[in-house]
């Protein structure tokens, strides 16, 4: 496009893209459809709100960013090679240079940069945003131009500089101050005028040269800052201050704007390399211990887990008292718990005395295969906003982060989780990466603007918590991406990305590093689709359930693997898991033989159930247990008077009336084989246990109670949404429709109308006005002569609009149309047309 016929507004740049255009850029923006803008000036003007604006900035990579940096500093409008002068310099960087084209259409693409290669302009908000002020210094370290920095000096100071630099004076400060810009930028004069610099006015320059370009003097300046200040190479911008010209620096930086250009994105390196197959079964192992520690932690809130605090969330104690359940420390027993909640599967249960439990789901979530149920949590954690690992810390307000309490939401966790993922994935099969390697690029992907630190900022956090919490969760194995977890975020196996085999401490190839990294699914039936897959790649790598234990000696059963759901429950109520690993240790005690006798079961019943499901013969000690707790189980009966105490053997009563230890329960007899409490039937029950008794509570009617561990569930919930970061990107269909909507409704705004008498013109952006009479003629007229109109219209709601329409058929107060503002036919209410107007001849 020739500067001749160059855009003379952002609308009207975006007026000249086509469909495809119009596409990438709603893509990359979505906010600029969210709702969708009636033509292409709101879409112009929803695209310079600042806002949007930082939204935007902040999406672009380090090199995009620069190169908008660049022309934040360039003349307005700037040439293509200008604008590539300043990011490649004076040598003209042949990385640079190739990379360029990328960049500026980037910033086209989304519409932050418009115009032609003659006459580019950066969108004024982000020219604001970007370029150097006292206040906000850019990024490049540039300060003023001469114009700006010499806008406060009298006429007169301004020629002595010229005079000073070895220029002719003139007539006016706008020449002078031009001869001297064209002074700073003339490569070879001024290497001239700095030849004749003195050392130490040279070494001030080479301070100030990259940033910050302003310094301080005194009333009476050295020596060699006055020969800087007379000749213009400083200038006063407040008293006791000078600033370096952003000309004079750029001579100094040799054109460069930037210190440092990086063109390309740092690769990803491997820091170690293992068979695929190795982590693999490392991943598998992890997923396996996930599942058992969710259904752990679940089985620990059994019956009603902690109380929820009045804020919202758990407290630090019981944080503290799961982290010991669990075996783990707070920071993972945090991440354990937030995630049981991001799958569904536990929530508060909405009572007065409002505690957390395990929801219906968590029920229905057993029943699934061990493959599945990982598949369930895994997709999960990738998608929830939720962060973990901000528990413990403290908000804006200083009050603490507690798990499943408020605050925990960061929109940016899902994006990030999937980058550092696909950082992985493009890695060869079984590299895990330098963890310093995956926080360059993805500070290149997504630089901070403005001076700050990267080592502690939000999404270098998430980054590392991404890397152990996937290798918790059995995504990872060995800190390499498991086939498993490449399925479940959608990649293509590692062989489809032709990575080249990369040792320890190697980096890719020049022409592997930039390959496109893998995307991830989008949909939720792809979602759905990847977790099947990755289910199916997970389910032969984990260990069959077993159906049976090794009974030894020492009253301890080994389970050398994971047990079948039925063994596994009724095995944890007849003993106590004593350690967990690759094989389980269970111990039997009195006390859990007497659990399982409290639950229902007799002691033939124990006896069978360890005969069928040991593979070594049932030890004697153990069987001795069982008779043993079982003879003396029942013996004693627990009742409600408050409480009472009843007996056959009136000589274990007496035997319990002279312990010492039963003084508490303050017990008297009523009769030889009953006693009376003042306590309550469980506190007695406990207190006799204590002593060494087996009693048995009953009920009203002289029935033992059968006690089984009462499962507390909430009502049905629904697992908590993540918080967007932003309006979603929008689909094919969607991005269609709207671009539809717009151009028409640009249409409408643009098309030529027939000037109207002075009387009934309307105003700038104002509906067209005419009577009943003349919007009925008219429309009349353009049936029979096939003409399009421009209409006002007020819709039901009374929202107004201006559509052109071509009538059809005028009858019965409706007028028929072919509506080009909605390119279809429609049928309106006449009472509803404000006006109408006849187009210019030209016009179709």
Same mark, same amino acid.
């Given at each position: 496009?020739?500067?001749?016929?160059?855009?003379?507004?952002?609308?009207?740049?975006?007026?000249?893209?086509?469909?495809?255009?119009?596409?990438?850029?709603?893509?990359?923006?979505?906010?600029?459809?969210?709702?969708?803008?009636?033509?292409?000036? =709101?879409?112009?003007?929803?695209?310079?709100?600042?806002?949007?604006?930082?939204?935007?900035?902040?999406?672009?990579?380090? *090199?995009?960013?620069?190169?908008?940096?660049?022309?934040?500093?360039?003349?307005?409008?700037?040439?293509?090679? @200008?604008?590539?002068?300043?990011?490649?310099?004076?040598?003209?960087?042949?990385?640079?240079?190739?990379? *360029?084209?990328?960049?500026?259409?980037?910033?086209?693409? =989304?519409?932050?940069?418009?115009?032609?290669?003659?006459?580019?302009?950066?969108?004024?908000?982000?020219?604001?945003?970007?370029?150097?002020?006292?206040?906000? !210094?850019?990024?490049?370290?540039?300060?003023?131009?001469?114009?700006? +920095?010499?806008?406060?000096?009298?006429?007169?100071?301004? =020629? @002595?500089?010229?005079?000073?630099?070895?220029?002719?004076?003139?007539?006016?400060?706008?020449?002078?101050?031009?001869? /001297?810009?064209?002074?700073?930028?003339?490569?070879?004069?001024?290497?001239?005028?700095?030849?004749?610099?003195?050392?130490?006015?040279?070494?001030?320059?080479?301070?100030?040269?990259?940033?910050?370009?302003?310094?301080?003097?005194?009333?009476?300046?050295?020596?060699?800052?006055?020969?800087?200040?007379?000749?213009?190479?400083?200038?006063?911008?407040?008293?006791?201050?000078?600033?370096?010209?952003?000309?004079?620096?750029?001579?100094?930086?040799?054109?460069?704007?930037?210190?440092?250009?990086? !063109?390309?994105?740092?690769?990803?390196?491997?820091?170690?390399?293992?068979?695929?197959?190795?982590?693999?079964?490392?991943?598998?192992?992890?997923?396996?211990?996930?599942?058992?520690?969710?259904?752990?932690?679940?089985?620990?809130?059994?019956?009603?887990?902690?109380?929820?605090?009045?804020?919202?969330? /758990?407290?630090?104690?019981?944080?503290?008292?799961?982290?010991?359940?669990?075996?783990?420390?707070?920071?993972?027993?945090?991440?354990?718990?937030?995630?049981?909640?991001?799958?569904?599967?536990?929530?508060?249960?909405?009572?007065?005395? @409002?505690?957390?439990? $395990?929801?219906?789901?968590?029920?229905?979530?057993?029943?699934?295969?061990?493959?599945?149920?990982?598949?369930? /949590?895994?997709?999960?954690?990738?998608?929830?906003?939720?962060?973990?690992?901000? #528990?413990?810390?403290?908000?804006?307000?200083?009050?603490?982060?507690?798990?499943?309490?408020?605050?925990?939401?960061?929109?940016? $966790?899902?994006?990030?989780?999937?980058?550092?993922?696909? *950082?992985?994935?493009?890695?060869?099969?079984?590299?895990?990466?330098?963890?310093?390697?995956?926080?360059?690029?993805?500070?290149?992907?997504?630089?901070?603007?403005?001076?700050?630190?990267?080592?502690?900022?939000?999404?270098?956090?998430?980054?590392?918590?991404?890397?152990?919490?996937?290798?918790?969760?059995?995504?990872?194995?060995?800190?390499?991406?498991?086939?498993?977890?490449? +399925?479940?975020?959608? *990649?293509?196996?590692?062989?489809?990305?032709?990575?080249?085999?990369?040792?320890?401490?190697?980096?890719?190839?020049?022409?592997?590093?930039?390959?496109?990294?893998?995307?991830?699914?989008?949909?939720?039936?792809?979602?759905?689709?990847?977790?099947?897959?990755?289910?199916?790649?997970?389910?032969?790598?984990?260990?069959?359930?077993?159906?049976?234990?090794?009974?030894?000696?020492?009253?301890?059963?080994?389970?050398?693997?994971?047990?079948?759901?039925?063994?596994?429950?009724?095995?944890?109520?007849?003993?106590?898991?004593?350690?967990?690993?690759?094989?389980?240790?269970?111990?039997?005690?009195?006390?859990?033989?007497?659990?399982?006798?409290?639950?229902?079961?007799?002691?033939?019943?124990?006896?069978?159930?360890?005969?069928?499901?040991?593979?070594?013969?049932? !030890?004697?000690?153990?069987?001795?247990?069982?008779?043993?707790?079982?003879?003396?189980?029942?013996?004693?009966?627990?009742?409600?008077?408050?409480?009472?105490?009843?007996?056959?053997?009136?000589?274990?009563?007496?035997?319990?009336?002279?312990?010492?230890?039963?003084?508490?329960?303050?017990?008297?007899?009523? +009769?030889?084989?009953?006693?009376?409490?003042?306590?309550?039937?469980?506190?007695?029950?406990?207190?006799?246990?204590?002593?060494?008794?087996?009693?048995?509570?009953?009920?009203?009617?002289?029935? #033992?109670?059968?006690?089984?561990?009462?499962?507390?569930?909430?009502?049905?919930?629904?697992?908590?949404?993540?918080?967007?970061?932003?309006?979603?990107?929008?689909?094919?269909?969607?991005?269609?429709?709207?671009?539809?909507?717009?151009?028409?409704?640009?249409?409408?705004?643009?098309?030529?109308?027939?000037?109207?008498?002075?009387?009934?013109? !309307?105003?700038?952006?104002?509906?067209?006005?005419?009577?009943?009479?003349?919007?009925?003629?008219?429309?009349?007229?353009?049936?029979?002569?096939?003409?399009?109109?421009?209409?006002?219209? #007020?819709?039901? @709601?009374?929202?107004?609009? =201006?559509?052109?329409?071509?009538?059809?058929?005028?009858?019965?107060?409706?007028?028929?149309?072919?509506?080009?503002?909605?390119?279809?036919?429609?049928?309106?209410?006449?009472?509803?047309?404000?006006?109408?107007?006849?187009?210019?001849?030209?016009?179709?």
């Amino acid at each position: 496009m020739s500067t001749e016929t160059a855009p003379r507004s952002l609308a009207e740049a975006l007026r000249a893209r086509d469909d495809a255009s119009l596409s990438a850029l709603l893509r990359s923006r979505p906010d600029l459809i969210t709702p969708v803008p009636t033509d292409l000036t =709101q879409l112009a003007t929803r695209a310079g709100t600042r806002a949007s604006v930082v939204r935007a900035l902040e999406r672009l990579d380090r *090199f995009a960013l620069q190169t908008a940096e660049a022309l934040a500093v360039a003349s307005d409008p700037a040439t293509y090679d @200008e604008l590539l002068g300043l990011v490649a310099g004076d040598d003209a960087d042949p990385a640079v240079t190739a990379a *360029f084209p990328r960049a500026l259409g980037t910033l086209r693409e =989304q519409a932050l940069v418009w115009g032609p290669d003659g006459r580019l302009r950066l969108l004024r908000t982000a020219r604001e945003l970007l370029a150097p002020s006292p206040q906000h !210094p850019s990024p490049t370290g540039l300060g003023p131009t001469v114009a700006e +920095a010499t806008a406060g000096l009298s006429p007169g100071r301004i =020629q @002595e500089i010229v005079a000073a630099a070895g220029l002719a004076t003139t007539h006016d400060s706008v020449s002078a101050v031009a001869a /001297l810009a064209t002074l700073f930028t003339d490569r070879a004069r001024m290497a001239a005028l700095l030849d004749d610099a003195p050392a130490d006015s040279v070494d001030v320059l080479s301070r100030l040269v990259w940033g910050p370009p302003y310094g301080q003097v005194t009333a009476a300046p050295a020596r060699h800052l006055r020969w800087l200040i007379d000749r213009g190479l400083l200038l006063p911008t407040a008293p006791g201050t000078v600033v370096l010209p952003r000309e004079v620096a750029l001579h100094l930086r040799a054109g460069r704007a930037h210190r440092v250009t990086e !063109p390309a994105p740092p690769a990803v390196e491997p820091a170690r390399t293992h068979r695929p197959q190795v982590v693999d079964a490392a991943a598998a192992g992890q997923a396996y211990t996930a599942l058992a520690t969710i259904e752990e932690l679940l089985k620990d809130w059994h019956e009603g887990g902690p109380a929820v605090l009045r804020a919202g969330g /758990l407290s630090v104690r019981d944080l503290k008292r799961t982290a010991v359940a669990l075996d783990a420390v707070e920071p993972v027993a945090a991440f354990w718990v937030e995630l049981a909640y991001a799958a569904g599967l536990l929530a508060s249960d909405g009572e007065a005395d @409002e505690r957390y439990a $395990a929801t219906p789901a968590y029920d229905e979530w057993l029943e699934l295969p061990a493959a599945e149920r990982w598949a369930r /949590l895994a997709s999960a954690w990738l998608a929830a906003t939720r962060t973990a690992g901000l #528990v413990g810390g403290r908000d804006a307000k200083d009050r603490t982060l507690s798990a499943l309490g408020p605050g925990l939401d960061r929109s940016a $966790a899902p994006e990030v989780r999937h980058r550092v993922l696909a *950082f992985l994935a493009a890695l060869p099969e079984g590299a895990s990466p330098a963890e310093d390697s995956v926080l360059a690029r993805l500070h290149w992907e997504r630089p901070l603007r403005g001076p700050q630190d990267t080592t502690d900022d939000l999404r270098t956090r998430l980054a590392r918590w991404t890397l152990s919490e996937a290798e918790l969760l059995g995504i990872t194995g060995r800190g390499a991406l498991s086939a498993q977890g490449r +399925a479940l975020l959608g *990649f293509p196996p590692a062989s489809a990305l032709d990575t080249d085999s990369v040792g320890p401490g190697d980096k890719l190839p020049v022409h592997k590093r930039h390959h496109p990294l893998p995307e991830a699914p989008h949909s939720p039936a792809e979602r759905a689709a990847a977790a099947a897959r990755a289910a199916r790649l997970l389910a032969p790598l984990l260990p069959e359930p077993l159906d049976h234990v090794l009974l030894q000696a020492d009253l301890t059963a080994v389970a050398p693997g994971p047990l079948e759901r039925p063994l596994a429950d009724t095995l944890g109520v007849l003993a106590d898991v004593e350690s967990k690993g690759g094989a389980t240790v269970y111990r039997f005690t009195p006390g859990s033989v007497r659990r399982a006798l409290d639950a229902g079961r007799s002691a033939s019943d124990l006896h069978a159930f360890l005969a069928a499901h040991s593979r070594t013969p049932v !030890p004697q000690p153990l069987a001795y247990l069982i008779d043993d707790v079982a003879r003396r189980h029942g013996h004693l009966r627990i009742g409600a008077a408050s409480a009472y105490v009843r007996c056959d053997d009136d000589a274990l009563l007496n035997e319990i009336l002279a312990d010492k230890r039963s003084a508490g329960l303050r017990l008297r007899r009523l +009769a030889p084989t009953v006693l009376a409490a003042q306590a309550d039937p469980a506190t007695l029950l406990e207190g006799l246990r204590s002593m060494g008794f087996a009693p048995a509570a009953e009920s009203a009617e002289g029935d #033992v109670l059968i006690t089984r561990a009462h499962a507390h569930r909430t009502p049905p919930r629904s697992a908590p949404e993540p918080v967007p970061d932003g309006p979603p990107v929008p689909d094919a269909t969607l991005l269609g429709a709207a671009i539809r909507a717009i151009r028409a409704g640009d249409l409408a705004s643009t098309t030529p109308r027939k000037p109207a008498p002075a009387t009934d013109r !309307p105003g700038n952006g104002e509906l067209p006005r005419t009577s009943s009479a003349e919007t009925l003629a008219t429309m009349q007229a353009a049936v029979l002569t096939g003409e399009s109109l421009w209409i006002g219209y #007020v819709n039901a @709601e009374g929202s107004a609009s =201006q559509r052109v329409i071509a009538p059809i058929r005028v009858e019965g107060g409706f007028v028929t149309a072919y509506d080009h503002t909605a390119d279809e036919v429609r049928t309106y209410p006449l009472h509803r047309v404000t006006g109408v107007s006849e187009l210019a001849d030209d016009q179709p």
